[in-house]
């Protein structure tokens, strides 16, 4: 059970809203990048996000650029899991590669600052703010695969090859 | 039942009958990564305890984003990445050797290829049939490995073209558009496939920049027929045993089909901030641009610069207005050389820029103002895009860049050719 605050975005959050690229000199430097995790699209984010909170946004999140950095900064400023009515699909195959969960689900309803509690294995979002619950699209199996090994990394140093 | 192009090309590389909804491991015949992405790849591909390259000679890096290097930190990645083409013996194309699907497309795509990129514009070398998509630095560096990946085979939406593009419109407004239409998630995780007789007119040119877009749509590829316009290209490339035919069948089965008429069109520029967000040139008249930025990989072609070279022939640039242009590799640089088009635009008032991802990104060679106005060929428009999110882009062809370019303010090319 992940339990944290929602933070909320809008549609159309971009790889350029959480890792510009004005920043490209920091990819290497991770925690100093990660400082700047969603600057254009919420200047106050980072500094406000705590360890286990989730963001939680509209359609299209992580639109854009196949730069894994925008996940990875994400993961490593201890966001939970990201909740979005839509993903864009390489954004979507590297949070999972990265064994960042992304749950595909109606989150109208959900409110800046909401404390949820996400069930992964059953799949359900409860909105304790709100006193509602949602549920979430399973993962296809070999991204479900995947995520349970932690990433994509974990899995092929276990597997040592695609195991579909 | 027939196929889609992308369940031909997925079914040939996994050794499979590949259908839309199936899981797949294909083999990648092509996989790269440049060098924003390429640091996290080689760090990844050594967290994985790979110690060779799965195919060295299919493998590349191209230092294209930071090309020449702005700062301490990109100029140290640019030292990772030589230093791991020495260890691996992978290729490497240096700084000023061209944007990488630029390169791609003029000497290593060709039809039937499965092609995976550690940058989202990768899809551009669908225009030559090639099944070519982007993906993360962790699945690139598994690709470097394994020499392999998986996809799930997409859903195809055929995309039909009639007609020709009337004077002053071009493919670039062609790709504004239907984006506008679907919008920036109307094809998310599915293949694009271009048809129709209005393709018999359409140069590779034009064909890359509408695969290159495929993305700003959501889509996994953007896929055209291998025909006898890409044979005319592969040849002139010096490529012509590259070549073979490829269409998806007849009795293919489809998402769904859109129609456009490339005759009913008009300059489309897209608004901030996003690309989606499109309205017609003539419609945004009176709105003052203070840089034009002409280039990258979607606009940056030889064709591109001709264009904006015809239209700024014996003018000059608005004084209010930088103009500059980046060609997308050696070749365009060299060949617009020859034809005298940089001497055209440097006595036009342009800055040129080395080839590479100039101004497109935000690193560097162009960075905007806060409040400044730009109107770029490039596909993106995101806040922040252009290195300032206090800034304003706006996406349109080459034709009304050049025709902004020269009254300071968004302007329908048409009235200026
Ligand atoms: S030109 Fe722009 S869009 Fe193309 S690869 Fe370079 S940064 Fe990306």
Not at chain 1, 40 to 54: I, L, M
């Amino acid at each position: 059970m992940l339990r944290g605050k929602a933070f909320k975005f809008g549609d159309n959050i971009s790889t350029d809203h959480i890792t510009p690229g004005r920043l490209a000199h920091l990819r290497s430097n991770l925690p100093e990048l990660a400082k700047h995790v969603l600057e254009d699209a919420d200047p106050t984010f980072a500094s406000r996000v705590k360890a286990g909170d989730f963001i939680v946004a509209g359609n299209n999140f992580g639109l854009g650029s196949s730069r894994e950095h925008a996940p990875l900064v994400i993961k490593m400023v201890g966001v939970n899991a990201i909740l979005a009515k839509s993903v864009a699909r390489i954004f979507f195959r590297n949070a999972i590669n990265l064994g960042l969960p992304v749950l595909i689900c109606n989150t109208d309803n959900i409110d800046d600052g909401d404390e949820l509690e996400v069930d992964l294995a059953r799949g359900t979002v409860n909105d304790i703010t709100r006193a509602n619950q949602l549920t979430f699209g399973k993962l296809p199996e070999v991204m479900l695969h995947i995520l349970n090994e932690g990433g994509l990394i974990p899995y092929i140093k276990k597997y040592g090859d695609f195991k579909l | 039942m027939g196929k889609t192009l992308a369940e031909k090309i997925l079914s040939q590389k996994s050794g499979s009958d590949a259908r839309s909804g199936d899981i797949v491991i294909a083999q990648v015949d092509l996989v790269f990564a440049q060098d924003t992405t390429g640091p996290l790849t080689i760090r990844q591909f050594q967290a994985c305890g790979f110690e060779r390259l799965a195919n060295p000679e299919k493998t590349i890096l191209f230092l294209d984003h930071a090309a020449p290097s702005p700062n301490r930190g990109m100029s140290n990645d640019h030292i990772l990445l030589h230093q791991f083409a020495q260890q691996t013996g992978c290729l490497i194309y240096d700084v000023g050797e061209g944007i990488c699907h630029q390169i791609v497309a003029e000497s290593l795509a060709k039809p039937g290829d499965v092609i995976v990129g550690a940058d989202s514009h990768t899809v551009t070398a669908g225009a030559l049939a090639a099944f070519a998509t982007g993906m993360g630095s962790s699945d690139v560096a598994i690709a470097f490995g394994l020499g392999k990946t998986w996809f799930r085979v997409p859903e195809s939406i055929k995309i039909m073209v009639s007609g020709k593009f009337p004077h002053g419109v071009e493919a670039k407004d062609f790709v504004l558009h239907l984006i506008g239409t679907i919008g920036a998630d109307g094809a998310t995780y599915k293949a694009l496939e271009f048809g129709g007789d209005g393709m018999d007119n359409m140069s590779m040119s034009e064909r890359f920049t509408i695969a290159n877009m495929a993305v700003e749509a959501g889509a996994k590829v953007g896929l055209f027929p291998a025909d006898r316009i890409t044979e005319g290209y592969l040849s002139s490339q010096g490529r012509g045993d590259h070549y073979q035919p490829m269409f998806a069948d007849r009795d293919a089965s489809y998402e769904k089909t859109i129609n456009f008429d490339l005759a009913a069109l008009e300059p489309t520029v897209a608004k901030p901030h996003n690309v989606d967000n499109v309205a017609l040139a003539r419609e945004l008249k009176g709105t003052k641009i203070q840089q034009v930025f002409i280039g990258t990989c979607t606009n940056g072609r030889l064709e591109d610069i001709a264009i904006v070279a015809d239209t700024l022939k014996g003018k000059r640039r608005h004084p209010e207005t930088r103009l500059i242009v980046a060609p997308a590799s050696p070749q365009v640089l060299l060949t617009a050389i020859r034809a005298g088009y940089i001497h055209t635009l440097v006595e036009a008032g342009a800055i040129i820029l080395p080839p590479g991802c100039g101004a497109c990104l935000g690193l560097h060679q162009g960075v905007l103002g806060d409040g400044e106005f730009c109107l770029s060929t490039a596909n993106r428009n995101f806040k922040g895009r252009m290195g300032n999110p206090e800034a304003f882009i706006y996406l349109g062809s080459p034709a009304t860049a050049a025709a902004t370019a020269l009254t300071g303010e968004i302007t329908d090319p048409r009235e200026v050719m």
